[in-house]
C-alpha cells in the first residue's frame, strides 16, 4: 500500500505546481518537509514552501511538468524513496525545453498511519558533454506531455 500512497503524495505535489497552487504543492509534505529546488535552494517546513511557492507563482509564468516514475522502493516499514524523471513545457508551447529536464527524488515517511513528503529533491539532467542522452530523456518525457494535452 506504501507505494501507491507515496505516488499519489507525488502525484499532488505536481499537480500543484501545474496548478500554480503553493498551497497544494506543499500540502504533501510533512510540516518539517524540505524542497531542494532545480537551483539549489533549499525550503523548509510546509508552510515555508506553500509561502515561497506561492510567491515564484506570482512572479514567473512557470511551465508545466510532464513526470515519470521510474522507481518507488521501500526504505524499511515507515519509509520509501520514489525516483522520477521530470521535463517542463513552457508556457504556450508543447515542446518539453531540454534545459530543464530533471530527476526528481521523494523520500517519504509514515508516521501515524500517515505519509508525508520529508525530502523532494529535484536535481538539473543536463549530462554534461552527452548530448545523446538528454535527447533520450527529453523524447521519453515528450511522450509523457504528448499523452497529456
Known sequence: MGQQDV??????????WNDHDGAAMAGPFAED??????DGSVSSGQQTISTEMASIFADHETGRYAVKVHSVRSLGPQAMILRAIAGLVPPGQTAINPGTNSHQTVVAEQHEGQWKIVLFQNTPAQFHGRPGLVEDMTRELQAVADRST
Open 33 to 38: 518537509g524540505v524542497v531542494i529546488g532545480f
Open 7 to 16: 505516488r499519489a503524495l507525488y502525484d499532488s505535489l505536481i499537480a500543484g
